[in-house]
């Protein structure tokens, strides 16, 4: 299994920790009265640079939120006080995609840029691209960031990169099949939009060489069933991975695919919390995801909390790599849990449980509350010719999983919106 940087991804832990205080501690320095924002949060608890030793100092920094960062620009429009460097240094603008709120602008340095790359080197690598490999992105360069890093990790392992944008599915399709692609960049739901369109347009994608699909905006790579479906769809190894435009490309899923993916701990540190407490917790129980990263000095951060829930093993894996990994990649997000009847739901273990049903193309679920009880609605879009009983399959699954029955039906073709970035199939709407 070829790894992209074997002297870095091999090291005892140890090892690895020192180069990961190193690297905190440069930065800090540069950092230091540099970055306004990060200056600020320093001197109000009372540490400098100096303060930091080991990583056993890192709890003392404060934590960062997405709140504090998308109020530091409106307080300092239009990019905030989070900017190390002046603005004349900085050579990529891209903001977040708002899913979850005000989207955040992010700026790059052409040093920061690289180290971008260099993260999506690890990912690719992971999934075993090699500079023999042609990876085409089935996606719009905007300003969400994307895979425009990607981009730039292909440049970086010496694979051809092969951009989509400005074509629909299936003059995409086509693309792939003329260029010879072997590995596909997109969510998990444009890849089975992808199969979708293939299969109504009675699209071959055995014509297509593809081996690897290599996923990003989305959990559903991690979620078996989905995964499953994309595998069986193209014949090839799905992988997952995660990041976001706030940190970076974090984590990406191996060859070996031990059921988890790898932080990339040379270019992060990471800390799992209790929510609630912000305790560490231990190895192998579920928390939130603290995330420093160590190469963007020009947009740095520091501590960040993500949101997202992730359980870590740091045993080292069978390909070889000591980075740790999370069990199951991300495993959803805190803010993303939805209490109906007393039952705690997440969004990707109501996936899980209907990408089993392969006549589903598509679905919606929806929460709210009628005649003061809790609701949830699924709408789903089936196959052409699929048999709409299915629903009763579907909610007795469902009913299973989750100890209450919800409402199943089914819609007509095409009356579900598709996704080529993130999904929006999840909807709460309560008095």
């Known amino acids: 299994m070829p790894l992209y940087d074997p002297a870095v991804e091999t090291l005892p832990r140890p090892q690895l920790r020192d180069l990961q205080a190193q690297k905190l501690r440069a930065m800090l320095e540069e950092l230091w009265e540099r970055n306004a924002f990060y200056t600020a949060k320093l001197r109000a608890a009372h540490l400098t640079p100096a303060d930091f030793g080991s990583l056993e100092d890192l709890p003392r920094l404060p934590l960062t939120t997405k709140h504090e960062l998308v109020h ?123 199969a979708e369109v293939a299969r109504e347009s009675h699209f071959d994608l055995r014509q297509i060489p593809i081996r690897a699909t290599i996923h990003a905006g989305e959990p559903g790579a991690s979620i078996p069933a989905t995964k499953q479906r994309i595998e069986a769809a193209w014949n090839a190894k799905c992988y997952d991975h995660a990041g976001a435009s706030e940190v970076g490309a974090h984590s990406f899923e191996c060859e070996a695919q031990p059921g988890g ?54 045993t080292p894996c069978v390909c070889g790599r000591t980075f740790a990994r999370f069990q ?26 209907i990408r089993r049903f392969d006549q589903v193309d598509e679905f919606r679920v929806t929460v709210r509350t009628l005649r003061r009880m809790d609701e949830m609605e699924i709408e789903l879009e089936l196959t052409h010719g699929a048999d709409p009983s299915l629903v009763e399959a579907v909610a007795s699954a469902l009913d299973s999983a989750l100890s209450f029955r919800p409402i199943v039906r089914v819609v007509e073709r095409d009356a579900l919106p598709r ?13």
């Not at 992060?268 to 917790?281: D, K, M, R, S």
């Not at 928390?287 to 990263?293: D, S």
């Not at 199951?328 to 899980?352: H, K, Q």
């Not at 996704?419 to 008095?431: D, G, I, S, T, Y």
């Open 72 to 194: 530091d620009q409106l307080a300092v429009p239009p990019f905030g006080a989070n900017t190390t460097y002046p603005l004349d240094a900085y050579t990529r603008f891209h903001q977040t995609s708002g899913t979850t709120g005000v989207p955040f602008r992010v700026l790059d340095t052409a040093a920061s840029w690289e180290w971008w790359g260099r993260c999506w080197a690890h990912v690719l690598a992971g999934a075993g691209m090699t500079s023999a490999d042609r990876l085409f992105m089935a996606f719009s360069f905007g300003p969400f960031i994307g895979f425009w890093a990607a981009a730039d990790g292909a440049r970086q392992i010496g694979a051809l990169m092969i951009p989509g944008g400005g074509r629909n599915s299936l003059q995409r399709l086509e693309l792939m099949r003329d260029t010879g692609a072997t590995a596909l960049c997109c969510t998990p739901t444009y890849a089975l939009r992808l």
């Open 261 to 314: 993916t790898h932080v990339i701990e040379s270019e992060f540190i990471v800390e799992v919390l209790n929510p609630q407490t912000g305790a560490a917790v231990p190895p192998g129980e579920r928390g939130e995801l603290v995330i420093t990263n160590l190469g963007r000095w020009g947009f740095p951060i520091l501590r960040y909390r993500t949101g997202d829930l992730v359980e870590l093993d740091p």
């Open 328 to 353: 199951g990649g991300i495993l959803g997000r805190a803010d993303d849990m939805v209490t109906v009847r007393g039952v705690n739901v997440f969004p990707s273990a109501v996936e899980n449980i």
């Open 419 to 431: 996704f080529e970035l993130k999904a929006k199939r999840f909807h709460v709407l309560r008095e």
